[in-house]
């Protein structure tokens, strides 16, 4: 496993922006699976965005068009940009990893501690 740790999160007014950092520490980055989850209070852990080691990308649709998922596997490192932000994006952010798509997600792949996302007049 790798151990992942978020920074960047904040306090944004609704329309602004933010980027998400996730710095991963260990060898072979390059060959996870990688994500970001978000948990509002109250509410279950939900996908937010997912990118494979060749670049894919997947997202939810109430983020569409509004974040963008990206890696950079020279500095172990994946990003989530996130723009037009809504209060409803509200959460704590968490990054995730593994070498399997199917294990991602779940408790058996790595998870970093999260990272408060406030979006708010």
């Known amino acids: 496993q790798v151990q992942l740790v978020e920074s960047g999160g904040g306090l944004v007014q609704p329309g602004g922006s933010l980027r998400l950092s996730c710095a991963a520490s260990?060898?072979?980055?390059?060959?996870?699976?990688m994500g970001w989850y978000r948990q509002a209070p109250g509410k279950q852990r939900e996908l937010v965005a997912t990118?494979?080691?060749?670049?894919?990308?997947n997202y939810a649709d109430s983020v569409k068009g509004r974040f963008t998922i990206s890696r950079d596997n020279a500095k172990n490192t994946v990003y989530l940009q996130l723009n037009s932000l809504k209060p409803e994006d509200t959460a704590v952010y968490y990054c995730?990893?593994?070498?399997?798509?199917?294990?991602?997600?779940?408790?058996?792949?790595?998870w970093g501690q999260g990272t408060q996302v406030t979006v708010s007049s």
């Open positions: 995730n990893a593994d070498l399997y798509a199917y294990r991602l997600g779940t408790d058996a792949s790595s």
């Open positions: 990118i494979t080691s060749g670049g894919n990308t």
């Open positions: 260990g060898s072979i980055f390059g060959m996870h699976y």
